[in-house]
C-alpha cells in the first residue's frame, strides 16, 4: 500500500530561516506530488505539485519542491520564511492510473511556527 | 465563484444520532470525494464520486454513506454517529477523476459526537 512519511511533526523557525520540510513516499512507479497548505481556520489550498519533467516545481509564495526518484522524496523548500508562512503543510501523492484513481495518500501532516 | 461550500461549518451531536453533512461545487468539475482530518493523522479518503451517479469507498468509509445528488452536490451521512467520527470533514472536488487532477477543498465541517 502507499504511504507517506512526513518527518517532522513541528517545526519552529524563526523569520528568514531557511525552511525544509521532508517527504518521503512508498511506491515504485509513477507518482504524482502535491504540497497543499492548511493556514489557521483555513481550508487546504494547493502550494504545488509535480506530474514529470523538470523535477524542480516551484510553487506560490516562494515555495519549490525537488523530486528525487531515486530517494522517493518531494522535499518542500523556502529560502526565508515569513510569519505568515506559519501553517500546517501537507504532502500528498497519487500513484498510477490504477485502483482508487482519485485516492490522494496525505501524509500526517507538519506545523510549522514562524516566530517574528 | 464560491468554489466548494460545506454545511454546516460546526456541529455537536450525540452518541447514536444520524446527520447529514452537505457540499457543493460550482466549478462543475466532475469528481467530489470526502475526507476526514484527525489530529497527527492527515487526511484519509472516506469516499470519493468519480462522476454523478456513481461513488467508491476510500480508505475509512465504515459508519458513512455517501450520495452524488447531482453533478454539484455531493452529501456524507452518518447514520449512527460514534465518539471515533469526531472529527474535521472536508468536501474537495477536481475536473476529473485522474492523478494529474488538482482537488479543491472546502472550509471543512467540525463534527463533535458526545
Known amino acids: 500500500a502507499q504511504s507517506v512519511s512526513q518527518h517532522n511533526h513541528h517545526v519552529i523557525l524563526s523569520e528568514a530561516a531557511s525552511l525544509e520540510l521532508g517527504c518521503n513516499y512508498s511506491?515504485?512507479?509513477?507518482?504524482?506530488l502535491f504540497w497543499y497548505v492548511q493556514y489557521p481556520g483555513q481550508h487546504l489550498q494547493l502550494l504545488l505539485k509535480y506530474f514529470s519533467g523538470d523535477p524542480l516545481v516551484k510553487g506560490i509564495k516562494g515555495f519549490e519542491a525537488e523530486f528525487i526518484k531515486s530517494k522517493f522524496s518531494f522535499n518542500l523548500r523556502k529560502p526565508s520564511v515569513q510569519w505568515s508562512d506559519t501553517a500546517e503543510y501537507f504532502c500528498a501523492v497519487n500513484a498510477g492510473y490504477g485502483g482508487s484513481q482519485g485516492n490522494l495518500i496525505f501524509g500526517k501532516g507538519t506545523k510549522l511556527s514562524v516566530k517574528p | 465563484n464560491a468554489g466548494v461550500t460545506q454545511t454546516p461549518k460546526f456541529q455537536v451531536l450525540k452518541t447514536g444520532q444520524s446527520m447529514t453533512l452537505q457540499c457543493a461545487q460550482d466549478m462543475n468539475h466532475n469528481s467530489m470525494y470526502w475526507y476526514r482530518q484527525d489530529p497527527g493523522m492527515g487526511l484519509r479518503l472516506i469516499y470519493y464520486s468519480a462522476s454523478e451517479g456513481t461513488t467508491d469507498k476510500g480508505e475509512v468509509p465504515n459508519g458513512y454513506n455517501v450520495s452524488r445528488l447531482n453533478k454539484r452536490e455531493f452529501s456524507l451521512r452518518l447514520e449512527s454517529a460514534a465518539p471515533s467520527q469526531t472529527s474535521v470533514y472536508f468536501c474537495a472536488s477536481s475536473v476529473g477523476l485522474a492523478p494529474v487532477e488538482t482537488q479543491y477543498f472546502g472550509p471543512g465541517t467540525r463534527l463533535l459526537v458526545l
Open positions: 511506491y515504485g512507479g509513477t507518482v504524482n
